[in-house]
């Protein structure tokens, strides 16, 4: 069974950072395509980041490049996302994602979703 546990959210001023984790069981995230998606209230939600399973390149929104850093730590069997210089904007609950198919992941129909964790972004 697999099971994806975020960790790291919560409450910080803007212009600070956050770097959330992503622990994953019942899957190696060496070989998955792995990614990040958040959604607002009243929002919907949206895609963020991705590291494909080869990690030989990386994926990011407009709004949050140069910003935001995905990784990944095999040894740990984690994904990690990189906050930095957070904005109120950034407000959402952030997700971790896992498909074997980047298309598909991309598009928001990961086969594998965690339970979300809360980022707060006080202006």
């Known amino acids: 069974q697999v099971q994806l546990v975020e960790t790291g959210g919560g409450l910080v001023q803007a212009g600070g950072s956050l770097r959330l984790s992503c622990a994953a069981s019942?899957?190696?995230?060496?070989?998955?395509?792995m990614g990040w998606f958040r959604q607002a209230p009243g929002k919907e939600r949206e895609f963020v980041a991705a590291i494909p399973w080869h990690g030989a390149n990386t994926h990011y929104i407009d709004s949050v490049k140069g910003r935001f850093t995905i990784s990944r730590d095999n040894a740990k069997n984690q994904v990690y996302l990189q906050m930095n210089s957070l904005k109120a904007e950034d407000t959402a609950v952030y997700y971790c994602v896992a498909d074997s198919n980047f298309g598909v992941l991309r598009a928001g129909r990961g086969s594998s979703w965690g339970q979300g964790t809360q980022v707060t972004v006080s202006s």
């Open positions: 019942g899957l190696t995230v060496s070989s998955y395509e």
